[in-house]
Each structure stands twice: as structure tokens, then as C-alpha cells.
């Protein structure tokens, strides 16, 4: 029989790839990672071919205000190792410590209630770098535990109310990953985007009455033909991944051969991989400076919007998103500043899944995009994604 | 060959020795694989994943009877001794979720007041097989969760207040009879494998495989002791093969090959070219050949790509279109899936243009017949006096499923939330949620320990009879008072602390769209119904219902979609809908019931056909009274007395229809009014097919009547 305990399941056992190699990015104090059942993550680096794919999971890791990113597209094509091999890209962040939804020691309007008292009670919360979190809700969780319910044993030996928080409080500042998002049960979607609206999570369940932060970047895949996703879900991711089936003989091969090279010995695989993720994690880490440099000017925003006019889009969601992935691509590039090819390359995932106003249509693969692209910044010439890895 | 053993429809996991008793056979004395006869690619499979266990498991489709369970269970056989014993575990075709995945070990955790796990299926068969008999009637959400425990090799669990992650590498052997529904696309492709499995044809070889089987049953003892030496050489064979695989080369240009079969064959998703690469790296070291050759690239293309390509591992019931047959030049021209006809089964490809010929001619017909009788058989004596009866009123257990029996709504279906137990619940069968029951209990131990260890303490005084401590009774947990031998550690739960789970069925019509795609309808009407279907699966999409789609022309009918929630691939398949032929409007009507009635083992609610028809009912179900010279009106009155059978069919079945007449305006039609009236469905007439009124129309009254039942 298997006792469980909430610290020995609750590293999440994807985000455990080393990253000893990497330069602090801010000077404080390592705490050793308790890393469960590690095991060997796939480089994100060795992944073949997808390119928009690895670029949407970029670009949200350098600016998590995107709004995270939905893969959709045929089963077998390598959704769910894109996203598990994130976490091997992350830098560490500074947490607050003992803090049991790894608060932000510097921002202090999205602090937990624990820490606010603490802050209030005098002193400033001490800090350590942690991984960023990268959890899985898997299809079967039960929404306690998404949400989080009364902690049964420290009630049951000590008689108190505490609150043991669910993936959601784990999920806080880092990615939350749905695999075949659409499968999942209606009343968990309508948490998720409650969650996901508001960046709090609020349980009154069980006696327990408490609100936390849960900011997360939401990843999803889903093979459309599997089932439909539902629309509000559909709006709330930011970027809009296509993802086919590699017909490439070559890139087929070297998909086969990688991932048998991987198999048979792990390790050795993520060494030799290891410079390329190095130097991927070196240009994240710089564009993550640079993104918070500087916003696109006027004029390349006016445009964004003449775009979403033009397609008709409902809300802002779809000018924020572009301006913001654009920002981010631009400083995935090594650029302080935005260009109309950056918006180019992004506007068709940032709006595609806006476009449709009815569920039956089939998503657009970006084709009205690019001719409302070709009228409104005509000269650029369609710089292709596969430039950007 | 030994009868397929029956699914177990109890929530205790069978062993294998229990299963195979049932089935007649001696426990744990499986028929030996060397002694199957003939399935040739089925045992080529399992020796293949015998050899690596990479390649994740064998989806083995076929018929009722054809010997599918025989071959999964001898696979344990074959397996090498050395890591031994391999954990077997076989999942029922009901699983539930928190036994497939672990769940909280209800014993374990009011013992000790500590929330303990009790392992799921699929973690215990870590470094073992997995066997389930009848994969397709799994329910779609236990389908994905075997799916994800398959691909990671582990078993998430974020429920009942427990979050555990446990190893669950396993080699998962299915079988699954196509008729009865189809496995989900993301577990059928995590799983290496796949091959269909046919009956004998020739006479002598059936009748070796009786004489087998025969032998076998009388004494399995010798019977085994007989095929001893094969077996073991067998297993020899593949000791061996495990061996030889680390050193067996592929070369690129068969890697190229493999890669562009699986693309001509249009096969989803990069998945399955590693596992063609495995596949026929094993082929090989089983061959003793350190390089891949034809051969194995072969059996790599026969086991791996072909039943992915467009037509899937459920060729039968794959709903889609077929992307045209197979290209011919690959090494396995020779291993078309073999569509194995099934009894009973009315749908078959529509043969839309041309004659079909003549090897097929007797087919649907003979089909066509069973397909008669066996409604006529379905049909209960009282069965003229449903006619009368209103339809939405029969009680659910009036539909009878010969796997299981109905069960009440309210104790099936997804542990969604808990609620405090009261009066109201406790009548009805309902689930304790210990989690929940725990929780609410658990702020109160303290206080509640203190209280019992007074009144231990104060009885004990007052019976002054000093050490006679009462004892534990747990009759006494009624009255809120239980004497726990140690009251430290015990929990103490009171009846008002107890939950019970809610429940949460996947609810929402079923729509069956049931489209005449004959030659009447091409001309501009098949355009007016499509558009009109569409707009209907719009409606249905919003409203979270489940659409099936059945197409009937020529002289029979075929399932394109089952109950899906995706209205993606409807309205593909809608769009991709061909017309032309004859007017089987009974076939058509008989498969979307059979649709119904499989469907309704899965998932709750009403059900509802949907007929889209011009009216020219011209085909029969019965051939004889197709061809055998009879005139037009001795047809006619043949189809009228079928369609009249499946009116009442429908309404002892509890299935709501409604006929949406296709026909143009301008010939006054009244065929379609009297087939409405002779089915006893709703008389649509739309000339242009204003679809949201249409819907409405058809959701209203269903609406209703499902109010009414409550």
C-alpha cells in the first residue's frame, strides 16, 4: 500500500531536467530539487520540423502575457514532447520561500494571503530560485484536486483546517498543460477559464475558504477530430498552433532515427544536444531582457488593428496578441524593436482561431490573414517560419 | 477454436484461471499458442511484440467466435522466462476510472486515518500485460487514460484528494469485435500493432481446429504436455530474437521506404513510422538476420502502416470516406485488410455506381436476411401493442442490452463532486465519497477523541467494574457512538458526516442522422439536404449533443460516423456524402437503430432518428421479394410491411424520429407522409429546408420528452 504524501508526488516530475549549466539570472540561493521520477526529457532542441509550433511555445515563454498557445492538429505528430521539453528551456525564478504557490518575492500585488500577512508582519519574504513549474492535469483529475480541498490529514492528527492546494496552486507562474484538451470534462473547462480570466483561484469548498494566485500560461493540444473544443476555451488561448503530419521523407527518417537515438540511451542523447539547448536557453533568456525593453511604436500598432478590423476580429484580444508575440519574436531574433515582418510571421496563430464565427467552419489554415496582411503591409514579403528556430 | 469468453461486466477484475473457467477451459491452463491453427499475421504480431515490448501492444479486431481471446491469452505463453513473473492483469470492458487509475484504498484510510492509495490496474501490470477483451465498449474517457498511461509509461492520478504518479510500463493486448463499435483514435494509435483476425475457410481446417479444441478441453493437461516441445521452442525462438534485436541494422533507404508507404497510405501522425521501424527490426532478429530485409519491411507494412492508413485499425466502422485503396506496388498488396463479413451487421458499403459484382452479390443479401430475422426476433410478442403506446414513455429498462443491465442513472457515471448525505439520497442506491465523508469528519476528530475518551472513562466508573473496557462495536456508528479499542488513532465519523459522490453523466441527445444518398436525391436535393444537415449539426454542436451520421443507397446502408461530439469530421463526412442507386430505406433505418441500441451501452439519454428521405422507398431488406418476380406493388407491400416492423422496432426501443421529406414541391408527394405515418415519426415538410426552424421543430418535442419522464 502506497502512502502518499503531498511533497513527495508534487515536483512535477517533467521539470527535471538539469539546469546546472545555466547562468543565474538573478543572485540568490539554490535550493536543491527534490526531482521525483526524473527521467531523461527529449531536447526541445532535437525536435524536427513543426515549426510553428516550437516558435508559439517560444514566444510564450519569452512573454507568458500572450496567452498561452493551443496545438491543434493530427495525433502522433510530437504535441506532447514539445511541450514536456519546456521545461528544459526555463531559467529558474525566484520564489518566495515556503511559499506554497511560489509567489513572486517582487511583485507584490499578486501575493498570496500567507506572504501578505508575512509582508505585513515585517520583513521582506525571503527568496530562492526554483524551477518554473510545467504540470500536467491529466484528463481523470477530479476538480479537488484541480482546485485544491481541506488538507484530510493535518485535519485528521491535528484538528486543523489547512488547505492543500491543488495542480492549480502549483501551476502558479509557470505552464499548465492540458493533453487533449478537448476531452476534458465541462465542469473542469469552466474552471480553467474562470482561473485563467481572473488569475485567482477561489475555493470555497469543504470549509475551506481561500483565494490564491494561479497565474499560469495554459498549453493545450487537441486533435480537433477527436471532439470539439469549446469556443470560450478556443478565445482564451493566445496563439494557435497548426501541426500536420511531416510528409518530408527525410525529416520522417530523422524524426525515427532521433527519437531510437533518445531511447536507447537518454543521457547520452541530451549531451550531445546539450550546446544547442544551451544556446537556445542563452537567446530565451536575452529576449526575455529585451521583450520588456520597449513597446512596438504607434504607427506598426495601428496597422495591427487595421488588420483585425479588416478580418472583422470581435474584442482586443487579437491586436494584443499579435503586438505582444511580435515583441517577443522580434526579441527572440536578438531586436529591441518590432518590425512588420515579426508581425507578419505571427498574425496568422494569433488570429486564425478568431476568425471563425461559426463552429463548422473549419479553422482557416491563414490564408484570409495573409491577404488582409498583403493589403495592409504590402511590402514585406512573406518571411517563413523557417527561419525562426 | 475456444469461444470468445464472455466480458465481465463486475467491477472485480477477473483472473485468468476465473475467465477461463467460465469459458469451459481449465484454469491457468491457457490453449498453447504453438496449437492455434492458421492466423498467420495475428501470431506473427505476437511474436513480434514478444521480442520488443517497445512496440507496445496488439489491437486484434475480428468477429464473435473467430478466436481472438484464444490468441491474446496463449501470448503469455511465448514469453521469455527469464524476467518472470510477468504481472498479468486484465481490464473488464466497464472499468471503472478510479480502478484503472488508483484510487483512494477506502480500508486502508479509515484504519489510519492517513489517505492511502489503492493501486490501479494499470500501475499493477507495470513490467506486464495488460488484457482487455472487448476494447471498443471501454468507455471513450477510460480509452484516453489507458492512451496517456501507454505513451508515458505512467500513471497520473490527481483525484479524490490523492496526487500520485506510478510507473506503468505495460504491453497492452486488446481485442475488439468492430460491429460493437470502434476504439478511440488516440489510444489505437499508441499502440503498435494492429491486425484483424479471420475465421478458417476451408472445411478440414475448421475441422482440425475442433478436433483441437476438443482434445484440449477433455484434458488440457496432456494436451499441453503435447505441444510442450513447440512451445518451448517457440519461446526459445524468441529469447533469441531478444538477443539478436540490439544488433539489428536498418538501412536508410528501407527507413525512406517505410516513411513513404506510411505517406501513400496517408497515415496520420509520425507515430507510426517509428514503430514500422521497430516492427521490422524485430521481424528480423526473430529471423536471426542482423539487417532488415523485403521481408520484414513486409510485415512492418502489414502490422503497422496499413491498418493506420486512411482506413484505420476499425476499417469496418471507420466513418470516413476511403481515400482510395492502397497503392499496389508495396510488398503487402497481399494483406488488404479483410473486411470479414459480419453476422447480422446491415451496414455495407453503399456500391453507389456500377453493378457490383458478382462475389459480392450473395453477401448483402444473406445479410440482408439475418438482418430480418433478427428483427423479427428483437421484437417482444406484446410488441403490436406498443404501436399504441406514446412514445418517450417506455421505461429505460424496457431496452435490453444483452451485455449488461441497465442501471440507473444517478449511481453511473463521473465522479463529478460530493454532497452531504440526507434523507433524500440515502433511499436511492448512491456511492459514499470517503474523500468528501473524511474531510467532513476530520475537523472534528480532536474534539470528538476527547469526548469518547470521557465517556469510555465515565462508563467504565459507572459500571465500576475497573478494567473492562466496552468493546468496538460497529453497529454503533448508527448512533454516532463507537468504542475503538485505541481511541487515538481511529477516525470517528458520524452519519452526518457521511457524502455521497454525485455523479455526472455524459447527457445530450443522440442524433442519427439517417440521409437517403439514392439516385432521387441527386438531382440538386442531396446539395439541400447536406446544407440542411449542416446547419443541424450546428445546433447540435451548441447544444452539446452527439451526432451519428448513417447513409443508406444502392441496396444497403452504412454507418459514416458513430455518436460523435465532433462536428469537424461530420461535417466532412457530410460534405463528402456521394449519391446515387436505389432506396433502402429499411437497411438504413435498421442500422441507425442497431447504432442506437450499441450507443446506449456507453452513454445515457434519449436518442432520436433523424430521416432524411424523398420518400421512394424501393429497396426491400429481403431480397426475395426484390428479385424473385414479384411485381412493383407485391415489393411495395413487402417494403411497406418491413418499414411497419421498424416502427414498432422503434418504439419498443424508446427511439424518438422524425422524417425531414427531401422531396420538391411540385410533386406532391405523398409517399413520405406515409412513410411517417407507417413509422409513426414526425412529418417534416421544409421545401427549403429553413434548418433552425427544422431544429427546433425536432429538439422541442424531444425536449419535452424527456421532461416528462422526470
Known amino acids: 500500500m502506497l502512502l502518499t504524501r503531498w511533497l513527495a508526488a508534487s515536483t512535477p516530475c517533467l521539470a527535471a531536467k538539469a539546469h546546472s549549466e545555466e547562468p543565474p539570472i538573478r543572485k540568490k540561493t539554490k535550493i536543491p530539487e527534490n526531482s521525483g521520477l526524473a527521467s531523461p526529457v527529449y531536447p526541445f532542441a532535437a525536435i524536427v520540423g513543426q515549426e510553428e509550433m516550437k516558435l508559439a511555445l517560444l514566444l510564450s515563454l519569452i512573454d507568458p502575457h500572450i496567452g498561452g498557445v493551443l496545438i491543434m492538429g493530427h495525433r502522433g505528430t510530437g504535441k506532447s514532447t514539445a511541450v514536456r521539453s519546456l521545461a528544459g528551456l526555463l531559467p529558474r525564478m525566484a520564489k518566495v520561500e515556503g511559499c506554497l504557490y511560489g509567489c513572486d518575492p517582487e511583485s507584490p500585488a499578486a501575493l498570496c494571503g500567507d506572504c501578505r500577512s508575512r509582508v505585513r508582519k515585517g520583513g521582506a519574504p525571503r527568496s530562492v530560485l526554483g524551477a518554473v513549474p510545467v504540470v500536467d492535469l491529466p484528463l481523470g483529475a477530479t476538480e479537488d484536486r484541480v482546485c485544491g480541498t481541506l488538507d484530510i490529514e493535518r485535519a485528521l492528527t491535528d484538528g486543523v483546517k489547512a488547505f492543500e492546494p491543488g495542480l492549480l496552486a502549483r501551476a502558479n507562474r509557470g505552464f499548465l498543460y492540458i493533453d487533449e484538451v478537448n476531452l476534458l470534462d465541462d465542469h473542469l473547462v469552466d474552471v480553467l477559464l474562470d482561473v485563467a480570466a481572473s488569475g485567482w483561484n477561489v475555493v470555497e469548498r469543504e470549509g475551506v475558504s481561500i483565494r490564491h494566485p494561479a497565474r499560469f500560461v495554459l498549453v493545450g493540444s487537441c486533435n480537433p477530430e477527436e471532439g470539439e473544443l469549446r469556443p470560450q476555451l478556443l478565445d482564451r488561448f493566445g496563439l494557435h498552433a497548426e501541426i500536420h503530419t511531416i510528409t518530408d521523407l527525410d525529416q520522417r527518417v530523422e524524426i525515427v532515427e532521433r527519437r531510437e537515438a533518445f531511447e536507447r540511451n537518454p543521457v547520452l542523447f541530451c549531451e550531445e544536444w546539450k550546446t544547442d539547448q544551451q544556446r537556445l536557453r542563452r537567446r530565451l533568456v536575452r529576449a526575455n531582457d529585451l521583450v520588456q525593453s520597449k513597446a512596438a511604436d504607434r504607427p506598426l500598432l495601428r496597422k495591427i488593428a487595421e488588420v483585425c478590423l479588416v478580418l472583422g476580429i470581435d474584442g482586443h484580444r487579437g491586436e494584443l496578441t499579435i503586438a505582444r508575440s511580435a515583441r517577443a519574436l522580434a526579441a527572440l531574433d536578438g531586436r529591441s524593436t518590432t518590425t512588420e515582418s515579426d508581425v507578419r510571421r505571427v498574425a496568422a496563430m494569433a488570429l486564425r482561431h478568431r476568425l471563425r464565427k461559426d463552429p463548422l467552419d473549419s479553422i482557416d489554415s491563414g490564408v484570409s490573414v495573409e491577404r488582409a496582411l498583403d493589403r495592409i503591409l504590402p511590402q514585406a514579403q512573406g518571411s517563413k517560419l523557417s527561419r525562426a528556430i | ?710
Open chain 2, 1 to 710: 477454436m475456444a469461444k470468445a469468453v464472455p466480458v465481465h461486466h463486475s467491477l472485480k477484475t477477473s483472473t485468468l484461471g476465473e475467465a477461463a473457467q467460465e469459458a469451459g477451459l481449465s484454469p491457468a491452463l491457457p490453449y498453447p499458442f504453438a496449437a492455434i491453427t492458421g492466423h498467420r499475421l495475428p501470431k506473427l504480431a505476437l511474436t513480434l511484440l514478444a521480442v520488443d515490448p517497445s512496440l507496445k501492444g496488439l489491437l486484434i479486431s475480428a468477429g464473435p467466435g473467430v478466436g481472438k481471446t484464444t490468441l491474446a491469452r496463449s501470448f503469455a505463453g511465448i514469453l521469455p522466462v527469464q524476467p518472470a513473473p510477468y504481472p498479468y492483469v486484465e481490464v473488464p470492458a466497464n472499468v471503472t476510472e478510479d480502478r484503472l487509475l488508483g484510487g483512494l484504498d477506502v480500508e486502508q484510510t479509515l484504519a489510519s486515518g492517513v489517505r492511502c492509495l489503492s493501486p490501479g490496474l494499470l500501475a499493477q501490470a507495470d513490467g506486464g500485460l495488460v488484457y482487455i477483451d472487448g476494447l471498443s465498449l471501454v468507455a471513450p474517457a477510460a480509452q484516453a487514460r489507458i492512451a496517456a498511461a501507454l505513451d508515458s509509461g505512467l500513471v497520473r492520478i490527481e483525484r479524490e484528494g490523492l496526487s500520485h504518479i506510478a510507473p506503468a510500463r505495460f504491453i497492452l493486448i486488446a481485442t475488439y469485435d468492430g460491429a460493437e463499435g470502434e476504439v478511440g483514435l488516440s489510444l489505437a494509435d499508441r499502440v503498435g500493432l494492429m491486425v484483424s483476425a479471420t475465421p478458417e475457410g476451408k472445411a478440414e481446417d475448421r475441422a482440425e481446429i475442433a478436433t483441437r479444441v476438443d482434445q484440449y478441453i477433455r484434458d488440457p493437461q496432456r494436451f499441453l504436455h503435447r505441444y510442450a516441445a513447440q512451445t518451448s521452442s517457440i519461446r526459445r525462438q524468441i529469447e533469441q530474437g531478444r538477443i539478436n534485436l540490439p544488433g539489428v541494422e536498418i538501412d536508410r533507404a528501407s527507413r525512406m521506404q517505410l516513411s513513404k508507404i506510411a505517406r501513400t497510405l496517408e497515415v496520420e501522425g509520425n507515430r507510426a513510422d517509428l514503430f514500422a521501424v521497430r516492427a521490422a527490426k524485430a521481424s528480423a532478429a526473430l529471423a536471426g538476420r542482423t539487417a532488415v530485409d523485403d521481408v520484414d519491411l513486409a510485415t512492418a507494412v502489414q502490422l503497422v502502416l496499413i491498418p493506420r492508413g486512411q482506413a484505420s485499425p476499425a476499417h469496418e466502422s471507420d466513418p470516413r470516406p476511403q481515400a482510395g485503396p492502397p497503392e499496389g506496388r508495396n510488398p503487402a498488396e497481399t494483406a488488404q485488410p479483410e473486411h470479414s463479413e459480419k453476422a447480422g451487421r446491415a451496414a455495407k458499403r453503399p456500391e453507389s455506381r456500377g453493378q457490383p459484382d458478382i462475389g459480392s452479390l450473395d453477401q448483402p443479401s444473406r445479410i440482408a436476411q439475418l438482418v430480418v430475422g433478427s428483427t423479427l426476433a428483437a421484437l417482444p410478442d406484446d410488441a403490436a401493442r406498443a404501436k399504441s403506446k406514446p412514445r418517450g414513455r417506455v421505461a429505460s429498462h424496457h431496452r435490453g442490452s444483452r451485455r449488461r443491465a441497465s442501471k440507473s442513472p444517478a449511481t453511473h457515471g463521473r465522479y463529478v463532486g460530493s454532497e452531504p448525505k440526507n434523507a433524500r439520497v440515502t433511499r436511492t442506491a448512491t456511492k459514499i465519497a470517503l474523500d468528501a465523508t473524511l474531510r467532513a469528519a476530520a475537523p472534528f476528530q480532536k474534539s470528538r477523541r476527547a469526548a469518547l475518551v470521557q465517556r469510555v472513562q465515565e462508563e467504565v466508573q459507572a459500571n465500576a467494574r475497573p478494567g473492562r473496557v466496552p468493546e468496538y462495536d460497529p453497529r454503533s456508528v448508527a448512533d454516532g457512538t463507537v468504542y475503538p479499542p485505541k481511541p487515538s488513532n481511529r477516525v470517528i465519523i458520524k452519519p452526518c458526516d457521511l457524502h455521497v459522490k454525485k455523479l455526472q453523466r455524459r447527457s445530450g441527445m443522440l442524433f442519427v442522422f439517417v440521409v437517403d444518398a439514392s439516385g432521387s436525391m441527386a438531382a440538386g436535393r442531396m446539395g439541400q439536404a447536406k446544407g440542411a444537415m449542416i446547419k443541424l449539426l450546428r445546433k447540435s454542436y451548441l447544444n452539446r449533443d452527439s451526432v451519428a451520421l448513417v447513409a443508406f443507397a444502392g441496396d444497403s446502408a452504412k454507418v459514416l460516423l458513430g455518436p460523435a461530439r465532433s462536428v469537424t469530421l461530420a461535417r466532412r463526412l457530410v460534405e463528402g456524402m456521394p449519391a446515387g442507386g436505389g432506396t433502402p430505406l429499411a437497411a438504413g433505418l435498421i442500422s441507425a437503430v442497431k447504432l442506437i441500441q450499441l450507443a446506449r451501452k456507453r452513454l445515457s439519454g434519449q436518442a432520436m432518428l433523424v430521416i432524411l428521405t424523398d420518400g421512394s422507398a424501393n429497396v426491400a431488406l429481403n431480397p426475395a421479394s426484390q428479385t424473385g418476380g414479384l411485381g412493383r406493388d407485391a415489393r411495395d407491400a413487402a417494403i411497406r410491411s418491413e418499414l411497419d416492423l421498424i416502427g414498432r422496432l422503434l418504439a419498443v426501443n424508446d427511439i424518438a424520429s422524425v422524417l425531414i421529406d427531401t422531396g420538391s414541391r411540385f410533386v406532391l408527394n405523398s409517399k413520405c407522409r406515409d412513410v411517417a405515418a407507417i413509422l409513426r415519426a414526425r412529418y417534416v415538410y421544409l421545401p427549403h429546408f429553413e434548418a433552425g426552424s427544422v431544429f427546433e421543430a425536432i429538439r422541442q418535442p424531444a425536449a419535452n420528452q424527456s421532461r416528462d419522464r422526470q
